[in-house]
């Protein structure tokens, strides 16, 4: 089994800056892509940014210029680096990672963690 453990999350005002953090940890061969999901009361869970292994990433439009995803591929760790933060950004942010557990086995095992929350006052 693999585990997702996120951190980071918090209340702050807007313009301000938070950290997500999210390690995995378990039966891991290898990790794949990794990304950070959102969803806000009452919508869909939606894609904020992703990273491949090799480090090419992709964000939401309304993140980009923003946020900035990385990831530790020796400590299967990714981050979300959060500035001018907004109201609209208020949402609980979950971390995704696509895990190879075995050498002898290349299929990618979907994972998702518990979720962190944040908040952003005006």
Known sequence: QVQLVESGGGSVQAGGSLRLSCAASGSIFSVDNMGWYRQAPGTQRELVAG??????????DSVK???TISRDNAEHT???QMDSLKPDDT????????????ARDSHLYNYWGLGTQVTVSS
């Open 51 to 60: 990273i491949m292994w090799d480090g090419s990433t992709n964000y939401a």
């Open 65 to 67: 210029g923003r946020f």
């Open 78 to 80: 990714v981050y979300l």
């Open 91 to 102: 949402a609980v942010y979950y971390c995704n990672a696509a895990v190879q557990m075995y």
